[in-house]
């Protein structure tokens, strides 16, 4: 009989070619699959709720597979993480009903986007985050202006020109930008119903110009009536984009549905 299993894992994106497999370079699916199988003794299929570009990290990315091997949730548990290497790991193991699936469950996900201020980057950040080469940033006016973002609205002028989604609206239920422990790392984070692609990077570097002085925070507004993609900021680079959690019941902010599909 099939078991439906879900795994939360976490992984550290800078050595990796993305989530999707590729036959010639190291991603986390193609990883995740050759381990998942070796215990399982079984060819699997893998599906996620995202789909992440090189670099990019994850602190708790469902994915979900199937299997007929009779093994406990712990024992896969400890078969995985003592097999998987230091930068793929599992949070938690379990068994789903038959009928659910990973990618259609999702109801929010939670982004977070991770700048580092200062003329000279931080080893231990050059990583995590996107470093920019300034003493200072008007941080008060990104604060200001990151819940323009919030709501139902066109995102087509934030997505990346290869994006083939076929419509382009998406809701966001909390968008904020906000000050760390440390003065140099300036976080901004974004719960929304799904994403388009680059769409947070691309939100990220929009709000990064608010905070260089480059265009208004009214501004966004502006770039979500328009549509255009040549108007918005630049693509921040993946290595400051982490998926930090993905919801499938119980998220308290949630907005209307729009009156198109957003899956």
């Given at each position: 009989?099939?078991r439906?299993?879900r795994?939360?894992?976490?992984?550290?994106?800078?050595?990796?070619?993305?989530?999707?497999?590729?036959?010639?370079?190291?991603?986390?699916?193609?990883?995740?699959?050759k381990?998942i199988a070796s215990?399982?003794?079984?060819?699997v299929r893998?599906?996620?709720?995202?789909?992440?570009?090189r670099?990019v990290?994850?602190?708790?990315l469902?994915v979900?597979?199937?299997?007929t091997?009779?093994?406990?949730e712990?024992?896969?548990?400890?078969?995985?993480?003592?097999r998987?290497?230091e930068d793929?790991?599992?949070?938690?193991?379990?068994e789903?009903p038959?009928?659910?699936?990973?990618?259609y469950?999702?109801?929010?996900?939670?982004?977070?986007?991770?700048?580092q201020i200062?003329r000279?980057p931080?080893p231990l950040?050059r990583?995590?985050?996107?470093?920019?080469?300034?003493?200072?940033?008007?941080?008060?006016?990104?604060i200001?202006?990151?819940?323009?973002?919030?709501?139902?609205?066109d995102?087509?002028?934030?997505?990346?020109a290869?994006c083939q989604?076929?419509?382009t609206?998406?809701?966001m239920?909390?968008?904020l930008?906000?000050?760390?422990?440390?003065?140099?790392?300036?976080?901004?984070e974004?719960?929304?119903?799904?994403?388009l692609?680059?769409m947070?990077?691309?939100?990220?570097?929009?709000l990064?110009d608010v905070?260089?002085?480059?265009?208004t925070?009214?501004?966004?507004?502006?770039?979500?009536n328009s549509?255009?993609?040549?108007?918005a900021?630049?693509?921040?680079?993946?290595?400051g984009?982490?998926?930090?959690k993905?919801?499938?019941?119980?998220y308290?902010?949630f907005?209307?549905?729009?009156?198109?599909?957003?899956s």
């Amino acid at each position: 009989m099939s078991r439906n299993i879900r795994l939360i894992i976490e992984f550290d994106g800078a050595d990796f070619f993305g989530w999707q497999r590729q036959p010639t370079v190291r991603t986390v699916e193609g990883v995740l699959t050759k381990t998942i199988a070796s215990i399982v003794q079984h060819d699997v299929r893998l599906s996620a709720t995202s789909r992440t570009d090189r670099g990019v990290h994850a602190l708790g990315l469902p994915v979900g597979f199937e299997t007929t091997m009779d093994i406990s949730e712990y024992g896969l548990y400890r078969g995985l993480n003592s097999r998987l290497p230091e930068d793929v790991k599992v949070h938690e193991v379990k068994e789903m009903p038959s009928d659910w699936r990973v990618r259609y469950a999702s109801v929010a996900k939670t982004y977070v986007y991770r700048y580092q201020i200062g003329r000279m980057p931080m080893p231990l950040w050059r990583r995590r985050t996107h470093h920019i080469k300034r003493p200072t940033l008007d941080v008060d006016a990104m604060i200001k202006a990151a819940p323009l973002f919030e709501g139902i609205h066109d995102f087509g002028a934030f997505r990346a020109a290869k994006c083939q989604a076929t419509q382009t609206v998406r809701k966001m239920h909390s968008v904020l930008v906000r000050r760390t422990n440390d003065p140099a790392i300036v976080e901004f984070e974004v719960t929304g119903s799904g994403f388009l692609q680059y769409m947070v990077r691309i939100m990220a570097g929009t709000l990064l110009d608010v905070g260089l002085g480059q265009r208004t925070g009214e501004s966004i507004s502006e770039l979500l009536n328009s549509g255009d993609r040549t108007l918005a900021g630049p693509t921040l680079q993946p290595q400051g984009l982490t998926l930090v959690k993905v919801f499938f019941e119980g998220y308290p902010k949630f907005l209307p549905e729009p009156e198109v599909d957003v899956s």
